[in-house]
C-alpha cells in the first residue's frame, strides 16, 4: 500500500540559498514597479495635457477668487476652539 507523501513543493526541485531567493523577489518586485511606473507615469498620453510651467504655477499660487465657493481648509486644533 502507498502512503501519502508531502504535497508537492518548489523547493524539493530548486534549491537556492535564502540570500539568493531574497535577491530573486526584490528585483522581480522592482521589475514589475518599473513596468507599472513606465506604463501609466512616464509621460502625459497626449501633448495636448501639456501646460505652461509658469501657467500651472500662477494658478497654483494665486489667492482664491471672491467668487470661489471652497472654504479655506483650517486645522483640527482651530476647529476646536471655533465655538461655531
Known amino acids: 500500500m502507498r502512503t501519502r507523501g508531502k504535497p508537492f513543493q ?18 522581480i518586485k522592482l521589475l514589475v514597479l518599473a513596468w507599472l511606473w513606465n506604463t501609466f507615469f512616464s ?21 482664491p477668487q471672491a467668487g470661489d465657493t471652497a472654504r479655506p481648509h483650517s486645522s483640527s486644533a482651530e476647529a476646536m476652539h471655533d465655538p461655531h
Open 10 to 27: 518548489l523547493s524539493h526541485f530548486i534549491r537556492l540559498p535564502f540570500a539568493v531567493e531574497v535577491a530573486l523577489a526584490v528585483l
Open 43 to 63: 509621460a502625459p498620453p497626449t501633448k495636448k495635457m501639456r501646460l505652461p510651467t509658469a501657467q500651472v504655477e500662477q494658478h497654483l499660487l494665486s489667492s
